[in-house]
């Protein structure tokens, strides 16, 4: 039966893990065309899509490297930026799909928070 130390490992490397490699992406597109996920949103930037995606990419990689330092904090940091995102997405009409999945995985995170604080409490 898993401890709530290793659960509480496992959600942290995930959600460590998975927000630097979408970040590292945003650089080099091979996952996804990122850019596409602005839709009609892309004309209110002031600056090129490419250089937002950057950015996000940036925030997205420290955002992993958070939960990976302090995951207390970062579960929370990592929760919040995927209900941004999936209520962007959302507003914007599209990728319905991604939404609803960025929902669950603020899910998760929300869930990581919770272990971390047990698991702290029981240290």
């Known amino acids: 039966m898993a401890t709530i130390k290793q659960l509480q490992s496992t959600?942290?490397?995930?959600?460590?893990?998975?927000?630097?490699?979408a970040g590292l992406d945003k650089f080099t597109n091979l996952l996804t065309h990122w850019e596409n996920y602005l839709g009609s949103n892309v004309?209110?930037?002031?600056?090129?899509?490419a250089?937002?995606?950057?950015?996000?990419?940036?925030i997205e990689i420290a955002a992993g490297i958070l939960v990976l330092v302090r995951p207390?904090?970062?579960a929370y940091v990592v929760m919040a930026w995927l209900i941004c995102i999936a209520l962007q997405l959302l507003l914007g009409g599209q990728y319905f799909d991604v939404a609803v999945?960025?929902?669950v995985m603020?899910?998760?995170?929300y869930t990581l928070a919770q272990l971390t604080k047990m698991k702290e409490a029981h240290s």
Request: charged share 15%.
């Open 11 to 21: 959600l942290r490397l995930t959600f460590g893990i998975v927000p630097i490699v």
């Open 43 to 49: 004309d209110m930037l002031p600056f090129a899509a």
């Open 51 to 58: 250089t937002f995606m950057k950015i996000v990419g940036i």
């Open 72 to 74: 207390l904090v970062g």
């Open 101 to 103: 999945r960025d929902l």
């Open 106 to 109: 603020a899910i998760g995170a």
